[in-house]
């Protein structure tokens, strides 16, 4: 059974710094595209990074780019996000998300059957 679990959300200061967990289990995650997404009270789900295992292929959503970084930890059970220069429109619930890999790395949330319960990230003085 396909289990995902996010950590790390946080309330930080504009400009601050944040690296968010998402712990996967019951399936390998090497076989697997995983992406980040977030939704803002009122907004709609955007999607923030991906990355294909597979490949080792990554995206961005415009909005982070320079500023977020996904990647693996050596056991490849948990992916990271990590988020620099913070502001406060990155304000949300963010969401790890996983589809089998094909490949590809998308940015769609449609394309993502399994899915966590999200973190909170507050971005405020």
């Known amino acids: 059974q396909v289990q995902l679990v996010e950590s790390g959300g946080a309330l930080v200061q504009p400009g601050g710094s944040l690296r968010l967990s998402c712990a996967a289990s019951g399936f390998d995650l090497a076989h697997y595209t995983i992406a980040w997404f977030r939704q803002a009270p009122g907004k709609e789900r955007e999607g923030v990074s991906c990355?294909?295992?597979?490949?080792?292929?990554?995206a961005y959503a415009d909005s982070v780019k320079g500023r977020f970084f996904i990647s693996d930890g050596d056991k490849k059970d948990t992916v990271y996000l990590q988020m620099s220069s913070l502001k406060s429109e990155d304000t949300g619930a963010y969401y790890c998300?996983?589809?089998?890999?094909?490949?590809?790395?998308?940015?769609?949330?449609?394309?993502?059957?399994?899915w966590g319960q999200g973190t909170q990230v507050t971005v405020s003085t």
């Open positions: 990355l294909a295992s597979y490949t080792r292929g990554t």
């Open positions: 998300a996983v589809k089998p890999s094909d490949l590809s790395c998308s940015l769609s949330s449609e394309a993502y059957p399994n």
